[in-house]
Nanobody
């Protein structure tokens, strides 16, 4: 089970922070990630962090977004700076596990507009 928070409305250039708490044992978590899906588009990977700390970003957010996690490795954050209108989407948390199917959050909406 994943519980997301954060998101909302922002203006271009603003910052928002998303959080996602995983109610799983950290030992069972392979990776944590954020995806997003804009209306009419496919869901795309925004950023991910592996259990070993390897981080990946989509080219479109490099230098603006930062993924991180807590010490317990059970909560993942997405700091979104210098937001652009094209960042408008529903953002979903994803956790890949060693055992069991991947978990998905319920989604949180981010809207960037003047």
């Amino acid at each position: 089970q994943l519980v997301e928070s954060g998101g909302g409305s922002a203006q271009p250039g603003d910052s928002l922070r998303l959080s996602c708490a995983a109610y799983s044992s950290a030992n069972n978590i392979l990776s944590m990630a954020w995806y997003r899906q804009a209306p009419g588009n496919q869901r795309e990977l925004v950023a991910s962090i592996s259990d070993e700390g390897t981080i990946t970003y989509a080219d479109s957010v490099k230098g603006r977004f930062t993924i991180s996690r807590n010490k317990a490795k059970t909560t993942v954050y997405l700091q979104m700076d210098n937001l652009r209108p094209e960042d408008t989407a529903d953002y979903f948390c994803n956790v890949n596990k060693r055992l069991g199917r991947p978990d998905w959050g319920q989604g949180t909406q981010v809207t960037v507009s003047l």
